[in-house]
């Protein structure tokens, strides 16, 4: 019979992990609420009660923070799975981007069915991925530098090929604007994420079956990290990469393909996010912010692909309540507010520091008194 006494929850990791997480939340709800008050003391109220309940308002609001929130778990679990292994992966936007443009290529330009335009995408990321990673193996070229030009090449690079694609332009099929891609339902249906009846039960056209994938996706990689040998080794890297080079690890190579998975991660939200068929690829003068966003997400979550889930929910919906805010507030003001919350919502590492050491306090002064 096991005798051995369960830890209490104040000394739990888990526990506190997830309690800095919430107080993190909070602090960032309070202090976008202040920020409502100086802007429009009026209307603040009601502004920050559309922000807490739009996205349960409806099941069309829902399925709108569904739809948000896989791409955005998957730049998380790409920014997380490079962070377990030592590594910041701040080129999740440009693997996105690129991810994204290998998707729409394989559909619009190839009129590829949607399962191979998501395969093209999560290469495409792969591939952009590996870049930083290299320098960083072999050169020990700080992979946040590279990251970044790699962001604004990728940018460039997906603007100058579509807009020499006349194919793939929405003025080939017929529309009045040559700026952003065709759109799927005209270009090629086949490369649309099946909505499998979501569509109808939501009674919303933005869900499909994408957040299953993301879902799916969330627990293979908790697995990889966890349960597998490879996951323990690219850990290790991250801990201490000249240990686990004496105890033999391969660490250039775990580097590399740590690189080369967390690209493909955000290079597959690129093709869910613009296979959906609700919005088209415009091209951009600014380096897309969903990749950023899965930064915040990912310090959320601990980078546990498991909370990741929950994290990307919790930012997506409180974009999808931020947009409701209008006309009350305009819309830049609304993204400070929503900026303000998640920053802060990612401000979670430094709240766990704080709490492990007030109750380290409480318990050495409990000590004391007896």
């Not at 309940?53 to 997380?80: E, H, I, N, R, W």
């Not at 530098?145 to 194919?167: D, E, K, Q």
């Not at 966003?293 to 990741?308: D, H, K, M, W």
Request: charged share 10%.
């Amino acid at each position: 019979m096991n005798t051995a006494k369960r830890k209490p929850l104040s000394e739990n990791p888990a526990f506190i992990s997830v309690l800095a997480s919430l107080l993190s939340i909070v602090i960032g709800l309070v202090l976008g609420f202040v920020l409502l008050l100086l802007l429009n003391a009026g209307a603040a109220g009601e502004g920050m009660m559309k922000m807490l309940t739009t996205g349960f308002g409806s099941l069309d609001k829902l399925g709108k923070v569904l739809y948000q929130a896989a791409p955005l778990m998957l730049c998380g679990l790409s920014v997380g799975f490079a962070f377990k292994t030592g590594l910041f992966n701040i080129g999740a936007s440009g693997q996105y981007t690129i991810g994204a443009f290998f998707a729409l290529v394989c559909a619009i330009q190839f009129q590829m069915p949607w399962y191979l335009c998501l395969l093209a995408s999560t290469l495409g990321g792969a591939i952009w991925g590996l870049f930083p990673g290299l320098f960083k193996a072999l050169f020990n070229v700080n992979e946040v530098i590279t990251s970044i030009m790699f962001n604004w090449i990728g940018m460039y690079l997906v603007n100058l090929v579509i807009a020499n694609m006349p194919m793939m332009l929405a003025a080939y099929w017929g529309a009045s604007n040559s700026d952003r891609t065709a759109a799927l339902k005209d270009a090629n249906p086949s490369a649309l994420i099946p909505k499998c009846g979501l569509d109808k039960l939501f009674n919303s056209s933005w869900i499909n079956i994408s957040i299953f994938i993301t879902i799916v996706v969330a627990l293979i990689v908790w697995v990889i990290l966890q349960k597998t040998t490879f996951g323990y080794e690219l850990k290790a890297c991250g801990m201490n990469k000249f240990a686990s080079k004496y105890a033999g690890i391969n660490a250039n190579r775990n580097i590399v393909l740590s690189m080369v998975i967390a690209g493909a991660l955000s290079g597959l939200g690129g093709g869910l996010y613009y296979l959906a068929g609700t919005v088209q690829y415009v091209m951009e003068k600014s380096i897309l912010g969903m990749g950023f966003n899965g930064i915040p997400v990912a310090l959320l979550a601990n980078s546990n692909p498991l909370g990741t889930i929950f994290s990307a929910l919790f930012v997506s919906y409180i974009q999808v309540g931020g947009a409701a805010m209008q006309p009350d507030f305009s819309s830049e003001t609304t993204d400070i507010v929503i900026a303000v919350i998640i920053y802060l919502a990612a401000f979670s590492l430094l709240m766990r520091g704080v709490i492990a050491k007030a109750l380290t306090r409480r318990k050495e002064k409990e000590g004391t008194n007896k």
